[in-house]
């Protein structure tokens, strides 16, 4: 029997966090989140973890989560790191770059992205947090360079608790929703942080 997690009304990172301990210990574990990043994030730990994955979204808006792994694998997630010193990460904060002029700095940040595949080695992972989410929605002016960016390889993680604050989580057009471990996770193995 399938141990049940209840993470309805849990602030991010929480559900995430109860779900990996829970799979230390079960081999079975079934999820219920109330929104669509804490939907989101279970399913990405389920697959980086390996697990058997059964997802049902509720008449009452809830989703559930259904994960199993093999007996005895492993509920360490695995990051997939491309330097030996660790990966080179950069974090984005804002939606524009430095403080002072804001019409400078959304030109800066713009052409930040922009150069951003002319540098080697590519980051591992780019995360946008605080307003820095909004330049990963649809509308925003460097969506075509952070598609490129995707598509050649980077890791784009999107805070969930910011797309939510900001209510443009529907409007997420690139990149993958995350969440507090990951984010904290990604940053503690990075080789190199930097943060424009």
Not at 3 to 19: E, F, G, H, S
Request: aromatic fraction near 6%.
């Amino acid at each position: 029997m399938a141990k049940i997690i209840d993470a309805k009304w849990l602030a991010c990172p929480q559900p995430v966090l109860l779900t990996k301990k829970a799979l230390e210990e079960e081999n079975k574990v079934t999820v219920i989140v109330d929104n669509q990043p804490a939907f989101e994030n279970i399913k990405r730990l389920g697959n980086n973890l390996g697990c058997a994955l059964h997802t049902e979204k509720k008449e009452d808006g809830t989703f559930q989560i259904n994960l199993s792994r093999e007996a005895g694998g492993s509920a360490d997630v695995a990051l997939d790191v491309h330097y030996t010193a660790g990966p080179l990460v950069i974090a984005i904060s804002s939606d524009r770059m430095g403080m002072g002029n804001d019409e400078l700095g959304y030109v800066l940040i713009r052409s930040f992205l922009h150069t951003m595949l002319s540098i080697e080695p590519l980051p591992h992972t780019v995360i946008f947090y605080n307003t820095g989410v909004k330049l990963t929605v649809k509308d925003s002016e460097v969506l075509d360079d952070l598609k490129k960016i995707e598509d050649s390889g980077v890791y784009i993680l999107v805070c969930g608790t910011c797309l939510n604050y900001f209510g443009i989580t529907k409007d997420l057009s690139v990149g993958v929703i995350s969440n507090m471990y990951d984010i904290a996770s990604t940053m503690a193995s990075a080789g190199r942080l930097v943060v424009p």
